[in-house]
């Protein structure tokens, strides 16, 4: 089943450049992952925090996605430029398909349709 990966990071302001940097370079590369759907990372630089979106095509793909960065350091690396620890969100798919359609029903009966 597809899953989609939501993480939230809060740099320290010093190193905001460095992170958003190292993020976007880790995009790149998990593009080209065996299982990767896409990434992306979008900035709130009212609040400076980073969004890092992927989206994989089997659990089993994600996994082994964050095998492979644990083991290699890549996670170790820039997490003392940050303020606390990332936030990680996993969905599966379905249960976004499902949330949308519950989304859209509830516009339709707000609406009178």
């Known amino acids: 089943m597809p899953q989609v990966v939501e993480v939230t990071v809060r740099p320290q302001l010093e190193h905001y450049g460095d992170v958003v940097a190292h993020i976007a370079d880790m995009i790149e590369e998990t593009k080209v992952f065996p ?19 992927h989206n994989w095509d089997s659990i089993a793909a994600l996994d082994h ?21 990332p936030s990680f969100k996993t969905f599966a798919q379905d249960d976004l398909q499902d949330s949308a359609e519950a989304c859209a029903l509830t516009t339709r009966v707000k609406k009178g349709g």
């Open 65 to 85: 996605y964050l095998e492979t960065r644990a083991s290699s350091g890549d996670f170790d690396f820039f997490s003392r430029w940050l303020m606390d620890e």
């Open 35 to 53: 299982g990767c759907l896409g990434a992306s990372m979008t900035r709130d630089i009212g609040s400076y925090q980073i969004f890092v979106t």
